[in-house]
């Protein structure tokens, strides 16, 4: 074995319906004084202020992070003269906080409410004119996240399912990104198989919290992972789709996934034995049906509202980003027809 492995620093809290509880300990450990509250009005954000120093609160959260919210949102911290920020929700109300962090160096607390996993990593991602452009920086990652499974119960098991297939792409990912190696391969693996348990849990009865620490537990394995390896050709598609055509973010990686690991899994003997082995099937492929046949997984692209005339557009932006080391060699033409068949919705068998 020859690699070098890196492990971010962050302190995470499982904390099974104790979430005030633990944000308020996070808060006097990091001596925070003045705290920007990031999350929408109305939901998990409201009931974990109370207590807290808040001194600005950022409603308005986009999915894909428009730059112009970005700006909006690091100015309102500015004048606020905020020491950290915090934010409650999904992969929107993080990827927020992470902009804000991006250009202030604030420290943030994260609160998911998602199974995004986004707040395991470094990465950050921002839109603009159609483009969504992401990066790596130690300064957005979170110092302390804050797991609390009950804050999922309110996801329908639709969402929760999407949302959790968004993390098993960064588990699948992780497989042959350019910076993959045994350890991230190894968390991956896990996190495949924990996520694929705890979703059919939550398919299984919804109400039930079980299925959904193991999903959390799943995604944040993902994450970790993911922020090791770095991006595969996966997320550089749903990167340049989500950002060209505005597509929701969960559900592009959920309807994507079967068709990365259909051209690359069979390429990657190492990488399809480990997804094999976590989904107890015979192939990656196979494992990868059963689970979207159980969990009735969105399928189509088009669904999503993506136009048919964008797709080749989309294959020659694609490759214009495409990581080193992908197990298969990619074109235009193959791009092209992996993104017909996702939006088509074509079975993969």
Not at 265 to 276: E, K, L, V
Not at 318 to 343: C, F, H, K
Request: some cysteine; glycine content about 8%.
């Amino acid at each position: 074995m020859s690699f070098v492995h890196v492990s971010n620093p962050q302190r995470v809290v499982f904390a099974p319906d104790d979430a005030a509880r633990a944000v308020s300990d996070e808060v006097e450990r990091l001596g925070v004084r003045r705290l920007m509250l990031i999350g929408s009005s109305g939901g998990h954000a409201d009931r974990l202020a109370e207590g807290l120093p808040v001194a600005i609160r950022q409603h308005e959260v986009t999915m894909h992070v428009p730059v112009e919210l970005a700006d909006t949102a690091r100015e309102r911290a500015k004048i606020a003269d905020v020491d950290a920020v915090m934010s409650v929700g999904g992969g929107s109300a993080i990827g927020l906080a992470k902009a804000v962090a991006l250009t202030t160096g604030l420290p943030i607390i994260a609160v998911p409410t998602s199974f995004a996993g986004s707040e395991a990593t470094d990465m950050w991602g921002m839109t603009q004119n159609a483009t969504k452009s992401t990066g790596v920086d130690p300064r957005v990652l979170p110092r302390a996240v804050i797991y609390d499974a009950t804050l999922t119960a309110s996801m329908p098991s639709n969402m929760a399912v999407a949302s959790g297939l968004n993390a098993l792409a960064h588990g699948v990912d992780s497989m042959w990104a350019p910076r993959s190696d045994p350890i991230d391969q190894a968390l991956a693996e896990e996190a495949i198989r924990s996520l694929a348990y705890g979703l059919g849990e939550i398919v299984d009865d919804p109400g039930a919290i079980s299925g959904r620490e193991r999903t959390l537990y799943g995604a944040y394995l993902a994450a970790v992972a993911f922020a090791s390896a770095g991006s595969g050709l996966h997320h550089k598609v749903c990167h340049v789709l989500g950002g060209m055509f505005n597509l929701p973010h969960a559900q592009t990686h959920a309807v994507v996934l079967p068709h990365v690991v259909a051209l690359n899994a069979p390429a990657d003997d190492a990488a399809n034995t480990r997804i094999s082995r976590a989904l107890g099937s015979s192939t990656a492929n196979d494992g990868l049906a059963d689970l979207y046949q159980r969990l009735d997984a969105p399928r189509s692209l088009a669904e999503l509202g993506m136009p048919e005339a964008g797709i080749e557009r989309a294959a020659l932006a694609i490759i214009g980003v495409m990581p080193a080391g992908n197990p298969v060699e990619l074109t235009e033409v193959n791009l092209a027809a992996l993104l017909r068949r996702a939006w088509k919705g074509t079975p993969i068998t």
